[in-house]
């Protein structure tokens, strides 16, 4: 008897123990939310399991400390098991499906995340990390939904600016994208990237002189950037301007000779005059640098339809869609290869594409399918 007694006691006491480590763990998580100090928030998340390390809390404070991204995921779905209503266990966890680029995955986290907290600066977070999610799957609409909420809840960084630009971009709405990229500058991004993303929309819009002066400031931030140098190519396509855009492959060719950018462009230039063979010569060769190339894929699928190789395009155009499945000019030019032939095939290719936000797969569903 007095043996159990002593048992019991000390059970007790153990409960006893685990129970005030564990409340002084979410005292210290609940600190480590607001400290600003990554070194002193570091220290918190240590403490935090050492004394609670089979807690919610603790396998939390495991996952931030983790460098090991798989490894983050067991410990962050181990929290979520033990305590479901922390938004930022799931937010976390979100994230780090986004750098996995499991971004499917990641949304019903997100979603979540948002039932769980109602703090402005925690909404605008989780906002902007859902906006990065359907961005990624190509779904722009709802990015820039989920970005513009992020903006509406306090969010000043330049990024997200940028992210909108990019996906209005991506979605044909180049006066939006110039409008939101240079939101983006004025707020103090000054990366290349930037400014070669409005210098290609200033040239869809034929905004040439604004489209060439952001190329070339994109190339003295970042002397090296290919893709800069190959947009040069194709601002001067678009103003007709064929033997400039020759000149300017022959001169970065040099500099760069795999740099797949530039045969992609220069292919562009010849599809602009109707030479599709040297169209397809050049757009290959962009292929042989870069095999996962699927836009490439995509004009070179459009340029041997031109030609009538329906087959061949047809294969270009699988191969596409297949290296990136939310390729919506793809899905529309598959829908043109089944007009007259499979018109239900054909009215799911337009449909696909018109839902990934081209304009040409909208209007073919418009007019074919409806």
């Given at each position: 008897m007095k043996k159990i007694i002593v048992l019991f006691s000390f059970l007790f006491f153990v409960h006893i123990v685990t129970a005030q480590n564990n409340t002084e763990a979410e005292r210290l998580f609940r600190l480590s939310l607001e400290e600003q100090n990554q070194a002193t928030k570091k220290q918190q998340r240590q403490k935090i399991v050492e004394i609670a390390p089979e807690s919610a809390y603790g396998y939390f404070s495991k996952a931030w400390l983790s460098d090991d991204k798989n490894q983050q995921v067991q410990f962050l779905e181990k929290a979520i098991s033990l305590k479901n209503d922390e938004w930022v266990f799931h937010n976390n966890l979100g994230g780090t499906k986004n750098i996995l680029k499991k971004y499917q995955e990641a949304i019903p986290y997100f979603q979540k995340a948002f039932l769980f907290t109602n703090k402005d600066e925690d909404v605008l977070l989780i906002s902007n990390n859902i906006g990065l999610s359907?961005?990624?799957?190509?779904?722009?609409?709802?990015?820039?939904?989920?970005?513009?909420?992020?903006?509406?809840?306090?969010?000043?960084?330049?990024?997200?600016?940028?992210?909108?630009?990019?996906?209005?971009?991506?979605?044909?709405?180049?006066?939006?994208?110039?409008?939101?990229?240079?939101?983006?500058?004025?707020?103090?991004?000054?990366?290349?990237?930037?400014?070669?993303?409005?210098?290609?929309?200033?040239?869809?819009?034929?905004?040439?002189?604004?489209?060439?002066?952001?190329?070339?400031k994109s190339l003295q931030v970042d002397?090296?950037?290919?893709?800069?140098?190959?947009?040069?190519?194709?601002?001067?396509?678009?103003?007709?301007?064929?033997?400039?855009?020759?000149?300017?492959?022959?001169?970065?060719?040099?500099?760069?000779?795999?740099?797949?950018?530039?045969?992609?462009?220069?292919?562009?230039?010849?599809?602009?005059?109707?030479?599709?063979?040297?169209?397809?010569?050049?757009?290959?060769?962009?292929?042989?640098?870069?095999?996962?190339?699927?836009?490439?894929?995509?004009?070179?699928?459009?340029?041997?339809?031109?030609?009538?190789?329906?087959?061949?395009?047809?294969?270009?155009?699988?191969?596409?869609?297949?290296?990136?499945?939310?390729?919506?000019?793809?899905?529309?030019?598959?829908?043109?290869?089944?007009?007259?032939?499979?018109?239900e095939e054909m009215c799911r290719c337009f449909k696909k594409a018109m839902e990934l936000g081209d304009t040409q797969g909208k209007k073919n569903y418009t007019t074919y399918c409806q």
């Open positions: 359907y961005q990624n799957l190509g779904q722009h609409e709802k990015a820039i939904q989920y970005f513009i909420q992020s903006i509406d809840k306090g969010n000043t960084e330049y990024n997200v600016f940028d992210n909108i630009g990019w996906s209005y971009q991506n979605l044909g709405q180049h006066e939006k994208a110039i409008q939101y990229f240079t939101q983006s500058i004025d707020k103090g991004n000054k990366e290349y990237y930037v400014f070669a993303n409005r210098g290609h929309s200033y040239n869809e819009r034929g905004y040439y002189k604004e489209a060439l002066a952001d190329i070339e002397p090296n950037n290919e893709w800069a140098m190959a947009k040069i190519i194709g601002v001067y396509a678009n103003q007709g301007k064929y033997q400039e855009s020759i000149n300017t492959f022959n001169k970065y060719v040099v500099i760069k000779p795999n740099n797949q950018e530039l045969y992609f462009q220069v292919a562009v230039l010849y599809s602009k005059q109707k030479d599709f063979k040297n169209a397809i010569k050049n757009v290959s060769k962009a292929i042989e640098l870069k095999p996962k190339y699927a836009m490439a894929y995509t004009n070179r699928g459009y340029y041997n339809v031109e030609l009538g190789n329906d087959k061949k395009g047809m294969e270009d155009i699988d191969k596409a869609i297949s290296l990136d499945p939310n390729n919506g000019v793809a899905w529309n030019i598959k829908g043109t290869l089944y007009y007259k032939k499979n018109k």
